[in-house]
Every structure is written in C-alpha cells, then in structure tokens.
C-alpha cells in the first residue's frame, strides 16, 4: 500500500527557508513522478512543482519559481521541496502527491496523496 508522509512544515517568518520532506513508501517509486500541491482556507488546491521519475525534469507554478526547488532521492525514496524567501501569501498546508511516470501540474493525474503538513509564514 503506498504510503506519503510529509514533513518539515513549521512556522516561520517572511523571507526564510523551510525544506519539506515527502517520504515515500509501499512500492518501488524510480518510475513514479511527484508533486507538491499547497491548498490555503478557503481557497482550491494548487499546484506547486513537479519533478519527473528521474529527476531530469522539473515544473514550477510562476508564483514559486526561483524561490522553491523540487529534487528527490530516489535512494531514499524521498522528494523535497526546498522554499526560500517565503512570503506570507505561501502560508497553506503543502501536499505531496504521486503518479506513475512523469510529475503533472494537474492534481487530477495524481494517485496518492499524503495528509499534507502545515506552513505558516508570519509578517
């Protein structure tokens, strides 16, 4: 059964760093792409970057680009999102997300999903 469990999430202030981690478990995930997807109250899930089953390849939504950076450790099974310079409008729980083959913009290509971890960016 393929398990997702993300971490790193915390509270900080504007313009610091956070690396989230998505622990991957249940399966040989070499041949599976990864995303995080960030969902604030009240608002719908987003996409926020994707990575393809090597590593070669790599997405990103405008609002995060230059900031945020996806990379993964297929030894470890385990993909990161490493964010930077965080502003107050990044605060969201951050969902980590899994599909066969290539990393997706659409959270409707994924499979699996973890239960998301929290970030607060304070003012």
């Known amino acids: 059964q393929v398990q997702l469990v993300e971490s790193g999430g915390g509270l900080v202030q504007a313009g610091g760093s956070l690396r989230l981690s998505c622990a991957a478990s249940?399966?040989?995930?070499?041949?599976?792409?990864f995303g995080w997807f960030r969902q604030a109250p009240g608002k719908e899930r987003e996409f926020v970057a994707a990575i393809s089953w090597r590593g070669g390849s790599t997405s990103y939504a405008d609002s995060v680009k230059g900031r945020f950076s996806i990379s993964r450790d297929n030894a470890r099974d385990t993909v990161y999102l490493q964010m930077n310079s965080l502003k107050t409008q990044d605060t969201a729980v951050y969902y980590c997300?899994?599909?066969?083959?290539?990393?997706?913009?659409?959270?409707?290509?994924?499979?699996?999903w973890g239960r998301g971890t929290q970030v607060t960016v304070s003012s």
């Open positions: 249940g399966r040989t995930f070499s041949n599976y792409g």
């Open positions: 997300a899994t599909r066969f083959m290539g990393g997706s913009s659409s959270y409707k290509d994924y499979n699996y």
